[in-house]
Nanobody, 124 residues
Framework: QVHLAESGGGSVQAGGSLTLSCVTS?????????GGWFRQVPGNQREGVAA???????HYADSVKGRFTMSQDNTKNILYLRMNSLRPEDTAIYYC?????????????????WGQGTQVNVSS
């Protein structure tokens, strides 16, 4: 069973930075797996933020391009999300997720394993 645990959330002022981590376990990393970061504001749909596909290519939502960077440590099965130039609209619960044979990297329905989330608050 795949298990994911996020950490690194917190409160920052606009313009600040945070790095989220997601420790994964319960599967052997291969090029068929994709890891992703998503976020959700209560009352809104969960949206894709970033993903790294099995070939190591990163994909980003337009709203975070140039500000967020996703990376992964394949040997330790850890996903990272470096968030710079944070804005109040980035405030949300951030989730990491893993799935196999994913075609649409920022669509939530493609992923079948999720963490519990970590809260990010950005004040103006």
């Amino acid at each position: 069973q795949v298990h994911l645990a996020e950490s690194g959330g917190g409160s920052v002022q606009a313009g600040g930075s945070l790095t989220l981590s997601c420790v994964t376990s319960g599967y052997m990393y291969s090029k068929h797996y994709t890891g992703g970061w998503f976020r959700q504001v209560p009352g809104n749909q969960r949206e894709g933020v970033a993903a790294i596909d099995g070939d190591g290519r990163a994909h980003y939502a337009d709203s975070v391009k140039g500000r967020f960077t996703m990376s992964q440590d394949n040997t330790k099965n850890i996903l990272y999300l470096r968030m710079n130039s944070l804005r109040p609209e980035d405030t949300a619960i951030y989730y990491c997720a893993v799935g196999r044979y994913i075609a649409s990297f920022l669509d939530t329905y493609e992923y079948n394993s999720w963490g519990q989330g970590t809260q990010v608050n950005v004040s103006s």
